[in-house]
């Protein structure tokens, strides 16, 4: 088969790490791809905003399937436009990736499937929602409707800040995508990643994961795309999963179908475990961006069948294998980001890092010059490893990380820190 990939960041070369272990696969291609996917894939130059350019590129190599990385694509309709043109995509239609590309949507579906999640109201005029905070008090959340590169949330703490935030969204800081403001409830709990596999009639749960939003250690500072996942979380109980499944996912499965809109592809439902059960706060219509990294080293099936699986309605009867053992990546970042960094800076060391034990380095923003290594955007690379526990996972990454020779980067110290307290207490 030939395999189109759609990224370039680190949850992209973690997918083409994955896909070319695939014996299924004779080539594979990533558009536009990075420094790391290059060893894995050949990398092309097309723009896959323009997608007329991503289907010539398929009709031209006479590639068998397209897997979409990202959510912006997918919001666009990429997927529609490569089955019009008989070209096989794996990920949602423009209108199923409406459960990540408008909170207001997801929202109305909850409350007609009955789907637990917060209360909530939705606004297009700054008034109306100023009055809502009015009334509601903090804490409070306050969410951009559309789009808006993962910034578009505001945890208000103060009625002050609720306040702020809505008007910041109708001044236009996040464009159309603010131009609808949902208002929610604040969810107390532990906040975990779940992933299923949908083939717009039934799901397959992937694995859990837990991610770390926040910059910089002891979860302080803004969010940020991702600072570092494991994955199994020992939160996501047998029970709870069920729990996930029953009255989370498969209710959105068959919803989006009712609708006339079935899902497929990968949900990644962000859950809220309060004292009340599981609720739902987001839904992405992609694999995460690290968690994917994380289950894809736990991955023992070959991940191609199941996205094949997806796009032709088979679901059904399949069954996927997983690594029992944890999985934990750590995300190098540029010193900045999520604010101003540099580009350009020269890493070293990646060889002798990926020598340790259970350790795999995925790359995100990075770009080779003259046979140097140069990072080329926020989030750089993601240094991953399995291991018997979490802490030996941990352990392993870090000491990766500390043959990493790259001055202008920096880390979080404490991934998986839940985790390695809950196994702590266990002893
Ligand atoms: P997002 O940018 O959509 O991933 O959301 C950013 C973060 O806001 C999430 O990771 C949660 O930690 C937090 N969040 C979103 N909705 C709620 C909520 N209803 N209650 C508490 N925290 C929330
Ligand atoms: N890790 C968060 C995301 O991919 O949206």
């Known amino acids: 088969m030939k395999i189109l990939l759609l990224g370039s960041g680190g949850r992209e070369h973690a997918l083409a790490w994955k896909i070319a272990a695939s014996p299924l696969v004779t080539k594979l291609w990533c558009a536009p791809g990075n420094a790391g996917i290059a060893r894995e894939a050949e990398c092309v130059g097309i723009d896959i905003a323009d997608h007329p350019a991503v289907i010539a590129f398929c009709q031209r190599e006479k590639v068998d399937l397209v897997v979409v990385g990202p959510e912006t694509p997918l919001a666009a309709g990429i997927v529609d436009d490569l089955s019009r043109a008989g070209i096989k995509a794996f990920g949602p239609s423009k209108q199923a990736a409406r459960l990540e590309g408008s909170k207001g949507f997801t929202k109305a579906l909850c409350t007609e499937f009955n789907i637990p999640t917060g209360a909530y109201g939705r606004f297009d005029k700054a008034a109306d929602a100023l009055a809502y905070v009015r009334r509601h008090g903090a804490p409070i959340v306050v969410k951009a409707d559309g789009l808006a590169a993962g910034k578009g949330v505001v945890v208000a703490m103060t009625p002050a800040k609720a306040e702020a935030a809505v008007a910041m969204m109708f ?121 994917c990294q994380v289950l894809m080293l736990r991955m023992m099936s070959d991940v191609v069948p199941a996205m094949l699986a997806s796009c032709d309605g088979e679901l059904k009867h399949f069954d996927l294998r997983w690594f029992d053992e944890p999985a934990l990546t750590v995300v190098m970042a540029a010193k900045g980001y999520p604010g101003d960094y540099a580009k350009g800076t020269r890493i070293e060391g990646l060889e002798a890092a990926a020598q340790i ?71």
């Open 357 to 427: 034990e259970g350790v795999e380095i995925f790359q995100a923003g990075t770009i080779a010059k003259n046979g140097a290594l140069l990072a080329n955007g926020g989030r750089v690379l993601n240094v991953c490893a399995s291991g018997k526990t979490v802490v030996e996972a941990r352990q392993r990454a870090y000491a990766a990380i500390d043959r990493i020779k790259w001055p202008e980067g920096f880390c979080r110290r404490d991934i998986g820190w839940q985790a390695v307290e809950q196994e702590q207490a266990q002893k």
């Open 171 to 291: 001044e236009g800081a996040f464009g159309v995508a603010g131009a609808e403001v949902v208002i929610e409830e604040y969810l107390e709990g532990r906040e975990i990643s779940f992933f299923a596999l949908c083939d717009g009639e039934t799901a397959i749960a992937l694995a859990s994961a837990q991610d770390h939003k926040r910059v910089f250690d002891h979860d302080q500072g803004p969010n940020t795309g991702g600072m570092g996942a494991y994955s199994p979380t020992p939160f996501v109980t047998p029970a709870i999963h069920d729990q996930i499944m029953a009255d989370i996912i498969l209710p959105t499965v068959a919803g989006m179908k009712a609708r006339g809109t079935p899902f497929r592809g990968v949900l990644y439902a962000g859950v809220m475990l309060t004292a009340a059960g599981p609720k739902l706060f987001e839904y992405n219509v992609r694999f995460g961006d690290p968690e």
